[in-house]
């Protein structure tokens, strides 16, 4: 039987297992196609090898299928995979060099850039990371995410008009997505935009009420136009749709506190304590809490 025949056959046969799910059984078939004289040669072959190997978190044999790949030829995605698996090792230097590696191959390699980026700003380097996503988002301009991490970081960086527009084009490529509603709330509320910023909290919880932080954003935001009413109601709701957040606990007891309903306040601080203890140093020092303090100083002590 022709032996490109039988390579093919065989990964064939993976592709179907692997799109099943059986990733063990795909790696079988994938290893019989490598084990034909021109299964050693076939680049794509073994490609394929090196993200089953990292789905099956091996990234010893990973890495010797992508350097066994740029030993046959300069292949941006055997750099490319390499500077994922250095990542996720925390080699964040030697995973840089092997990004700019594949891009030097392949100006154009969208992910390359995107994935760069992402690193820059995980390591706080926000000026890199601006430059990569920029090329990345002038490579695939309705890229969704591209624009909304760039957003995000223009957003840190107080330069809130450049982060508005990079929203607003996440939005036109999807209108809908609660992060990018969520994001357009945080900028409208620094531009002092209240209106619009409780408009776009409430699309967002709209979209999706596992995402515990829009209640926040939009509960904190009437706490400080003074409705603690409309505040306490809408950080419940929060509670209520994602009950294991500690952070909407905390909240709730502060705005309980102001409206002198100590027993339930102090209800919400043992939740949040028990559900993330690391909270009773940040408490102490929260003069919001001073009466809870005092009432029952026991619940912020680490030894309780």
């Known amino acids: 039987m022709n032996n490109n025949y039988m390579m093919e056959n065989y990964k064939n046969i993976g592709k179907n297992f ?6 063990i059984k795909a790696l079988q078939f994938f290893n019989k196609a490598y084990n034909l004289p021109e299964g050693r040669k076939n680049i794509e072959l073994i490609l394929d090898l090196a993200l089953l190997y990292d789905e099956l978190d091996n990234a010893i044999m990973a890495e010797e ?4 790949v740029i030993n046959i ?12 698996l250095y990542e996720d090792k925390g080699q964040y230097h030697e995973a840089i060099n092997y990004y700019k590696k594949a891009i030097s191959i392949n100006p154009y390699y969208h992910k390359a850039y995107f994935f760069l980026a992402n690193l820059y700003d995980e390591m706080g380097d926000k000026e890199s990371a601006i430059k990569y996503y920029k090329k990345a988002e002038e ?4 890229d969704f995410w591209t624009h909304i991490n760039l957003g995000c970081i223009y957003e840190e960086l107080n330069k809130d008009y450049h982060a508005l527009e990079e929203m607003k084009k996440a939005l036109e490529i999807d209108p809908n997505h609660y992060m990018a509603l969520f994001n357009m709330g945080v900028i409208s509320k620094k531009l002092g935009n209240s209106n619009k910023a409780i408009e776009y909290y409430e699309k967002s919880i709209c979209e999706n009420k596992k995402y515990g932080y829009s209640f926040l954003n ?9 409705s603690y009413d409309k ?3 809408i950080i419940s709701d929060g509670i209520l749709n994602n009950p294991e957040e500690p952070y909407l606990y905390y909240n709730r007891a502060c705005f309980y506190v102001h409206e002198k309903l100590i027993d339930e306040g102090i209800n919400d601080i043992k939740i949040a304590i028990k559900l993330y203890p690391d909270f009773i140093d940040y408490m102490k020092k929260d ?18």
Do not use: D
Request: no cysteine.
């Open 218 to 226: 939009l509960a904190v935001l009437y706490k400080e136009l003074g």
């Open 287 to 304: 003069e919001e809490l001073v009466l809870i303090k005092k009432i029952a100083p026991e619940l912020f002590s680490e030894h309780r």
């Open 231 to 233: 505040a306490i109601h």
């Open 18 to 23: 692997k799109r099943n799910g059986q990733i």
């Open 65 to 68: 299928k992508y350097r066994e």
């Open 139 to 142: 490579i695939q301009p309705i």
């Open 73 to 84: 030829a300069e292949e941006e995605r055997a750099y490319y995979g390499l500077a994922i």
